[in-house]
């Protein structure tokens, strides 16, 4: 099922001490630029896999264990964080 990078809020809060959702990201395949919102979250997998809404590559993937949480960053050029 594809949402929105809004879908991603509650996770990435456990990880990130700030908003997550208006964080900015570069592609690193397509070069686009915009915010976790904008991008498509497909779920149900091992954990949530956020892609670029220009090309489709893989931003981010995003899996909760029990005790731990794995985010892998190899789709992103350039994450943004707010302060």
Not at 33 to 51: E, I, M, Q, S
Not at 54 to 77: E, K, M, N, Q
């Amino acid at each position: 099922m594809e949402l929105d990078g809004n879908a991603l809020a509650g996770d990435l809060a456990e990880v990130f001490a700030i908003e997550m959702t208006s964080a900015g990201f570069t592609c690193a395949g397509c070069k686009h630029t915009g915010v976790v919102a904008t991008l498509r979250v497909w779920t149900p997998v091992p954990g949530a896999v956020a892609r670029c809404p220009s090309c489709g590559d893989v931003i981010f993937s995003l899996v909760r264990t029990p005790s731990r949480v794995y985010l892998t960053l190899t789709g992103t050029a350039r994450l943004e964080l707010p302060l």
